[in-house]
């Protein structure tokens, strides 16, 4: 079995798997971090979001095999990469109560730092084109909360 090297939250990991598993499945099964989530598969719910060098993937739509040499971020390390203890959008989130059920809540907000991260004055449109999908409806305080974590981060 194949054997792939990345940066996971800071940190050096290996993993043997297939090259096609989704990269989701040896990131909570194999490598035990649990943030991102399943929901769909298919690319729809995004649930799973998360970044890879930066930029908002879904781990269950990415190869394993795309992950080797790379770098990865989870809702777990997203507070690493900014001074505090917390990232302004996780920040924003708390401040809004945005969370009801919370399953969503990690890959929408790691799809919220990814777009703040390249559009610092999102639009309405913006937001509602990156929105996730949220089974219990919260998205009027996630747009609200994006909006503060765009003031924070200006």
Known sequence: MPSYSFQLNGKTVNVDAPANLPALWA???????????YGCGINVCKACTSHLNGAAVQLCNTATSDLDGQTVTTIEGLADTVPGDLHPVQEAWIENDVAQCGYCQPGQIMSAAAMLATNPNPTDADIDAMINVCRCGSYFRIREAIKVAAAKMR
């Open 27 to 37: 990131i909570r099964d194999k490598l035990g971090v649990t943030g991102p989530k």
